[in-house]
C-alpha cells in the first residue's frame, strides 16, 4: 500500500464508505458510510479495507459506529 492523501473511498463488502481521516503514524483510519454504490465512483477513489490491515479502521454507520 503506497502513503497516498488521494484515499477517498473505502470499500467494505458491498458498501461504499467516505473516508474522513488518516492517521499514518498512529494507523488509524477513519469513514463514514455513503449511499454510493461501486458504480458511483470512480475505482481509482476506491480502497478495499483489506488493504488497511495493520490499521485500526472506525467505519461510522448512520447512528452508530463500529470498530474493527
Not at 8 to 37: C, H, M, P
Not at 39 to 51: A, C, H, Q, Y
Request: glycine share 4%.
Amino acid at each position: 500500500m503506497t502513503r497516498s492523501t488521494d484515499i477517498k473511498y473505502l470499500s467494505v463488502l458491498d458498501k461504499i464508505y467516505r473516508v474522513t481521516g488518516i492517521q499514518w503514524q498512529k494507523f488509524t483510519l477513519e469513514a463514514e458510510a455513503t449511499n454510493l454504490s461501486g458504480r458511483d465512483v470512480p475505482p481509482e477513489e476506491v480502497s478495499d479495507i483489506l488493504s488497511f490491515g495493520d490499521f485500526t479502521v472506525r467505519l461510522i454507520n448512520r447512528n452508530r459506529a463500529v470498530n474493527t
